[in-house]
């Protein structure tokens, strides 16, 4: 297409010159502002061609759009706008990453989190716990006091049983009763439970959280450095009675119990009862000091509870009817490695079980399952003595 100047000379747009009074560049003959300096230049007026459409637009209209697009998007606003839009994306996309759910015990209701800040919907209140006694070694290490930091206002308390019963049975009673916003469990619920659950217009999540592994300890005097899995058991089964029949001095085995519930983890709870020389105690403090203080003394813990004990004998522990022994704890502190990766004869997988009621305990219960799940959560259980299920 062509143009006319003043002279009625026929002339290309591409050899007309429009060079910017402030800057001096040599702007393209359509430019309405200085392509360098934005600099307002003279508009040129041309007559189409009779070739053209009469409403056709003028041959700059549309650099004129692309250079009033390119002014706007250099404006302060716009560009603080776009900054802003860009950390609202950078921020779902790190909240979307962090948060995967997960599906436990076919419910969509626990979510794994990076750490325990990220946990929603946890509720303001006094909230109390209890049930079995593995939980004392994760509030020795600190996952109560990480907890009260990220919320301060979801505050936790153990709540000990009147009637002195630690047993995991009555800790799910206590659930169930309302005592209890949410409980720990050493074993998986029982059919009876979920029953009785059941007739309370109440159902019961247990989800999982680590890895355990049970060690047994006796009097420090005993001469037997090893035991297999078969003998802790006819021990408990009031068969075998005596050291001397393993090999030790001739002294009256003593096995120290909290329930005989306990007796679950071996197994024998079906078959067997302790023998009449068991004695029982409270909780794993007063098992430890009795041992320490009773000859032939003999019981079981999660070795969480007694990585940092003296004055007692840690049986190393072997599978039934083999001699491949592996000790429950390695430098003072529980094998994990050796519990993770299954060589230890005899672990467990620990729980949290939860009020599915739609009251604030239910809330309460799913909240601190989550932030003890969440990576930062998992560490804690790892230092506490426990193999992690879900950190990476």
Request: aromatic content about 10%; glycine content about 6%; some cysteine.
């Amino acid at each position: 297409m062509y143009f006319s100047d003043r002279n009625n000379k026929a002339i290309s747009p591409k050899q007309q010159n429009h060079v910017c009074p402030k800057c001096g560049f040599d702007n393209h003959t359509a430019a309405v502002y200085c392509e360098i300096c934005f600099y307002p230049l003279k508009v040129r007026h041309y007559l189409p061609s009779s070739s053209s459409k009469t409403n056709a637009a003028p041959p700059h209209s549309s650099l004129e759009s692309q250079d009033n697009w390119r002014r706007e998007l250099r404006k302060p606003s716009v560009i603080s706008g776009l900054a802003v839009l860009a950390l609202a994306v950078a921020l779902w996309l790190n909240f979307f990453f962090n948060r995967q759910t997960v599906a436990v015990d076919g419910s969509n209701e626990i979510s794994l989190y990076k750490s325990m800040s990220q946990v929603r919907d946890v509720p303001s209140g006094l909230f109390s716990y209890g049930g079995a006694l593995y939980f004392a070694s994760l509030v020795a290490h600190g996952i109560n006091d990480a907890i009260m930091q990220d919320h301060p206002n979801f505050n936790l308390r153990y709540t000990k049983p009147i009637d002195q019963d630690q047993s995991y049975s009555n800790g799910i009673r206590m659930l169930l009763d309302g005592e209890l916003s949410f409980a720990f469990n050493g074993r998986p619920l029982t059919d009876a439970e979920y029953a009785q659950a059941e007739l309370r217009d109440v159902k019961l999540l247990q989800v999982p959280i680590a890895i355990d592994g049970i060690a047994f300890f006796g009097n420090h005097d005993l001469t037997l450095n090893n035991l297999s899995l078969d003998l802790v058991k006819d021990i408990f089964a009031g068969k075998i009675t005596n050291w001397q029949q393993l090999g030790g001095a001739d002294l009256p085995i003593t096995p120290v119990l909290l329930s005989p519930e306990d007796l679950s983890v071996l197994s024998l709870e079906s078959r067997s009862q302790p023998p009449e020389t068991t004695q029982y105690v409270s909780n794993y403090t007063l098992a430890v000091r009795r041992v320490i203080a009773t000859p032939g003394a003999i019981a079981f813990a999660s070795a969480s509870l007694i990585q940092d004990q003296q004055g007692i004998k840690i049986f190393n522990l072997a599978p039934r009817d083999s001699i491949n022994y592996t000790t429950p704890i390695m430098a003072g502190k529980p094998n994990l490695e050796a519990f993770k990766a299954g060589v230890y004869p005899l672990t467990r997988r620990l729980f949290v079980v939860i009020r599915q009621d739609g009251t604030p305990d239910r809330l309460a219960g799913k909240a601190y399952t989550q932030m003890l799940l969440s990576d930062q959560g998992q560490k804690i259980v790892k230092e506490s003595g426990f193999v992690p299920l879900y950190s990476e």
